[in-house]
């Protein structure tokens, strides 16, 4: 098939050559260019089929006259939605699922972090005061196994951070568009509130869309367990921080674990940096080396799928965002 594919998205030769081998080898006349940077892009997409990008933009989206497909490196896609792009026939797929087993192990690290307290064992290591720490961290560690988990957001990372710590031996539920029964039970997300008050952990990993963004705030978080632990590999924007920094500060939650950020990078003022009970990485839960790879192996197969006709994978419903 004449297909002409345009990336705008790693710049390393090595990983352009890889994409450009597998694309070859599905079909010999599908033609693969690559874009350093947006103007690049602009001038490639006059004529394109399909873009592999980042992030799409109205600018993009003017230029590709032809286009039909786009597909986003990451699993986010609220920031390449807009109204001209939504309303249209362009298809929209992403690379969800891609980092569902990183971001369950960060999730199990970061809780046996905070369990285990081995921020005292850090500060041990610092200022080496031995039996005052020791006393510290005998009286404070926690066992997790047992405890209650409320995983808000059932996607593919969600589905992978539950079973991960299901084996781990905690307690797991989860929080969907609508309930399903099996070993973990999804509840439906009009019983959000209810099943807060029940659960120990809560772990937010719903996309950002208009019903979602600002979702935890100061009327929910009140509704948490006393001594709840709250971790966000979601979004950011799923959070009002000004609302979790003062509830923090009151204890409910009592703890949270934060790997995204309303704003990022996370200001340099930001209270969060400051506040003893919270634990932060930048972004990076979804991250590994082969990244990349895996987001070409992820599109190789949607072209393949395309050139035969045959449904997409992981198709974006560009109106509801998810």
């Given at each position: 098939?004449?297909?002409?594919?345009?990336?705008?998205?790693?710049?390393?030769?090595?990983?352009q050559?890889?994409?450009?081998?597998?694309?070859?080898?599905l079909?010999?006349?599908?033609?693969?260019?690559?874009a350093?940077?947006?103007?690049?892009?602009?001038?490639?997409?006059?004529?394109?089929?399909?873009?592999?990008?980042h992030?799409?933009?109205?600018?993009?989206?003017?230029?590709?006259?032809?286009?039909k497909?786009?597909?986003?490196?990451?699993?986010?896609?609220?920031r390449?939605?807009f109204?001209?792009?939504?309303?249209?026939?362009?298809?929209?797929?992403?690379?969800?699922g891609?980092?569902?087993?990183?971001?369950?192990?960060?999730?199990l690290?970061?809780?046996?972090y905070?369990?285990?307290?081995?921020?005292?064992?850090?500060?041990?290591r610092r200022?080496?005061?031995?039996?005052?720490?020791?006393?510290?961290?005998?009286?404070?560690?926690?066992?997790?196994?047992?405890?209650?988990t409320l995983?808000?957001?059932?996607?593919?990372?969600?589905?992978?951070?539950?079973?991960?710590?299901l084996?781990a031996?905690?307690?797991v539920?989860?929080?969907?568009?609508?309930?399903?029964?099996?070993?973990?039970h999804v509840f439906?997300?009009?019983?959000?509130?209810?099943r807060?008050?029940?659960?120990?952990?809560?772990?937010?990993?719903?996309?950002?869309?208009?019903?979602?963004?600002?979702?935890f705030?100061?009327?929910?978080?009140?509704?948490?367990k006393?001594?709840?632990?709250?971790?966000?590999v979601?979004r950011?924007?799923?959070?009002?921080?000004?609302d979790?920094?003062?509830?923090?500060?009151?204890?409910?939650?009592?703890?949270?674990?934060?790997?995204?950020?309303?704003d990022?990078?996370?200001?340099?003022?930001?209270?969060?940096?400051s506040?003893?009970?919270?634990?932060?990485?930048?972004?990076?839960?979804?991250?590994?080396?082969?990244?990349?790879?895996?987001?070409?192996?992820?599109f190789a197969?949607?072209?393949?799928?395309?050139?035969?006709?045959?449904?997409?994978n992981f198709v974006?419903?560009?109106?509801r965002?998810?």
């Amino acid at each position: 098939m004449n297909l002409k594919i345009v990336s705008f998205a790693s710049q390393n030769p090595q990983r352009q050559n890889e994409l450009v081998e597998a694309i070859r080898g599905l079909d010999a006349d599908v033609q693969v260019f690559f874009a350093a940077n947006e103007d690049e892009a602009v001038a490639l997409l006059a004529d394109a089929d399909v873009l592999l990008a980042h992030r799409f933009t109205e600018t993009l989206y003017d230029a590709a006259k032809n286009l039909k497909w786009v597909h986003i490196t990451g699993a986010g896609i609220e920031r390449s939605l807009f109204e001209k792009f939504i309303e249209s026939d362009v298809m929209l797929t992403n690379s969800r699922g891609l980092h569902a087993r990183p971001m369950a192990e960060w999730v199990l690290g970061a809780l046996y972090y905070w369990a285990q307290r081995f921020d005292v064992a850090e500060t041990w290591r610092r200022d080496r005061h031995w039996q005052e720490h020791k006393k510290t961290m005998t009286r404070e560690r926690l066992v997790l196994a047992g405890r209650s988990t409320l995983v808000v957001g059932y996607g593919e990372v969600g589905k992978g951070i539950a079973e991960l710590l299901l084996a781990a031996g905690l307690k797991v539920e989860g929080i969907a568009t609508s309930e399903r029964k099996g070993n973990i039970h999804v509840f439906p997300m009009e019983l959000l509130e209810e099943r807060l008050e029940q659960n120990e952990i809560v772990i937010l990993t719903l996309p950002s869309t208009n019903q979602t963004r600002g979702l935890f705030n100061r009327r929910l978080f009140p509704l948490m367990k006393d001594g709840s632990i709250l971790v966000n590999v979601g979004r950011g924007a799923l959070i009002d921080e000004t609302d979790l920094i003062a509830a923090l500060k009151q204890g409910k939650p009592a703890y949270a674990l934060l790997d995204v950020f309303a704003d990022e990078p996370l200001p340099e003022e930001s209270e969060l940096f400051s506040l003893p009970n919270v634990f932060l990485t930048p972004h990076v839960s979804g991250n590994f080396p082969e990244y990349t790879h895996r987001v070409h192996e992820i599109f190789a197969e949607n072209v393949a799928r395309y050139l035969n006709g045959v449904p997409l994978n992981f198709v974006v419903d560009k109106r509801r965002g998810y």
